[in-house]
């Protein structure tokens, strides 16, 4: 990720493009609008409470016409726009990949992981239509409503991934500018109908959720992991069928990979082209033992894949790209896996990258996968290993380790039961064990890591003291990190929390700690910044267990594998 320094100095570069978008911002409600005097109030009434109030009218009253009598109604008109707006940006992008005009080899990847991530927006944006059309009887208002806020929460992070890619050269800046304004257009537009959404679905929420169990508040040393098992310490409402694809030695999988030619396939990505589109069941991959040296890209239409290794110790998913290494690379596609389909699993894997400390951001793992969930795989690189991009993710059992930003994205993502440890980094390094990128109050994202392990590898305990190493630092305005009920080394510094850059984000971060435990949890000498705080009262850290935090939370019964929804 690039320091914030050089990213003011880009927008400082765009300074018109970023004035005309700003004027747009704030453009008045159109004059010649045919909206009815009733329908008038109720967009009026409802845009009030937006971060962003004429926009929102404007942008509603711009396909005038209908009658608006309701807060959904303001919605979906707002999701219309932004879905044009969307295809116009497209537009624009694909434009430039026709032309191929002043575009270096990394600005022309920049704009691919444009045109990828704006096909997703497009995506979200649909299946948020789909879901407010039924909303609130197609479903528990509560699962509901995380599916409606996890999509918009998606649509603002892609354009922000979107607009990173580009290098700091001129040139780049250039091309980057030209797609500057449609991109922070729905950005803007994203953000109003996300408050709008959370508006009408924070009610339904708090009615559906179930109550904070009772805490002995005198014994906050004493909370414990605590989940309804049946006799055999499952929980009770994983599914029959689920439980017996996690317990079961011997998976029955639909294809399998071997490097040996044993197997169907010889590599994961031709297993992965081959599997079929949209299925709803499913789909399990079997990945045998052996070191697979290849870049696989599980895209948004392959979804409910599973990938199930011999164990991580055995199935390796390799590479190398790296954007110090590679000329042509971005963070974003760097990836060794990339994992975007819906309802994606795996297990018994390991994903790693091996550019090393001194080829910056190299990813083994990006997952923008709604609903996905790992189980006892490892990821592995050093800066930017675990690229967690969006929507709702859970690890389990896992072990993620690196160096600077190691754990970075801004999906809504719970760890638990998980070893995090950080590695040796390159002389003058430091490490940071987390990133969160959330860029909106209202977005439903955040990084939690629950009972946890979080350490240094052998190389990095042996030089601890060279190397300064602390939970995170926030690499948004609204950066959301929680480090819960966690056994913390003294790799941590007492300090536990950096800078971004100077009092960047310090105000508007929500950094917290509960019931950690270990030489690194001392919170005594923690920093003072007005984000962060340690949390005192259990009720408060039930919000970000994985039953109050990951928005409709159910799902997970249906990945078979083992968890905790509460303390």
């Not at 004493?222 to 989940?227: H, I, L, P, S, V």
């Not at 996968?369 to 675990?386: M, V």
Request: charged content about 20%; proline content about 4%.
């Amino acid at each position: 990720m690039a320091s914030q320094t050089n990213k003011n100095l880009l927008f400082l570069f765009g300074f018109l493009v970023i004035t005309a978008i700003s004027v747009a911002g704030e453009s008045k409600p159109n004059k010649n609008t045919t909206l009815s005097a009733s329908s008038k109030a109720v967009v009026r009434s409802s845009c009030s409470s937006t971060p962003l109030p004429d926009l929102c009218y404007f942008a509603v009253a711009s396909i005038a016409g209908q009658n608006i009598t309701s807060q959904k109604d303001v919605i979906k008109a707002l999701l219309d726009v932004t879905a044009y707006a969307v295809k116009e940006s497209y537009s624009t992008v694909k434009g430039l990949l026709i032309t191929g005009i002043g575009l270096s080899p990394r600005a022309n990847t920049a704009v691919n992981d444009c045109v990828e991530n704006i096909e997703v927006t497009l995506e979200d944006l649909q299946g948020a239509a789909a879901k407010l059309l039924s909303y609130p009887n197609g479903g528990t208002g509560r699962n509901h409503a995380g599916d409606l806020k996890t999509l918009v929460s998606s649509a603002i992070t892609n354009q922000e991934s979107c607009l990173e890619g580009f290098s700091y050269d001129i040139a780049d800046m250039v091309i980057r500018s030209i797609i500057y304004t449609g991109e922070v257009y729905i950005q803007r537009l994203c953000g109003i109908a996300l408050a709008l959404i959370k508006n009408m679905t924070d009610t339904d929420i708090a009615n559906s959720r179930p109550k904070a169990r009772p805490f002995n508040k005198r014994k906050l040393e004493e909370a414990t992991m605590a989940a309804a098992t049946d006799k055999d310490g499952w929980p009770c409402w994983l599914s029959a069928d689920d439980r017996r694809l996690l317990q079961s030695k011997s998976v029955q999988p639909n294809v399998v990979v071997a490097a040996d030619g044993t197997g169907d396939f010889t590599t994961v990505g031709e297993a992965v082209e081959a599997a079929p589109k949209k299925r709803t069941e499913r789909y399990v991959i079997k990945i045998k033992a052996g070191v697979y040296r290849e870049n696989v890209n599980v895209p948004s239409n392959k979804m409910n894949l599973m990938f199930v290794g011999d164990g991580r110790t055995k199935t390796f998913i390799t590479g190398d790209r790296s954007v110090g290494g590679n000329e042509d690379m971005t963070t974003f596609r760097s990836a060794t896996v990339a994992a975007v389909g819906e309802g994606f699993m795996a297990r018994d894997i390991t994903f790693e990258n091996t550019a090393g400390p001194s080829n910056d951001q190299a990813v083994a793992l990006r997952v923008g996968s709604d609903k996905s969930a790992f189980y006892r795989c490892n990821i592995s690189a050093y800066q930017d290993t675990l690229y967690v991009h969006s929507k709702r993710q859970f690890f389990v059992k896992c072990h993620v380790s690196g160096t600077v930003d190691f754990i970075f994205g801004n999906a809504a993502v719970v760890f638990q039961d998980c070893d995090i440890h950080a590695r040796r980094p390159n002389p003058e390094q430091r490490n940071m064990v987390t990133a969160q990128g959330r860029t909106d109050p209202n977005q439903n994202t955040g990084i939690v890591i629950q009972n946890c392990r979080i350490g240094a590898t052998l190389d990095l305990r042996e030089a601890e003291d060279d190397f300064p190493t602390y939970l995170g630092r926030p690499w948004k305005r609204f950066s959301r990190t929680v480090v819960m009920q966690s056994d913390i080394s003294d790799v941590i510094r007492p300090e536990g929390w950096h800078l971004w850059n100077g009092n960047f984000a310090l105000d508007t971060l929500i950094y917290r700690e509960y019931a950690n435990r270990g030489p690194g949890a001392n919170t005594e000498f923690r920093v003072n910044w007005k984000g962060f705080e340690v949390i005192t009262d259990p009720e408060e850290a039930e919000e970000y267990t994985a039953d109050r935090f990951i928005d409709g939370a159910d799902w997970l019964s249906e990945t078979g594998f083992p968890f905790n929804l509460a303390l």
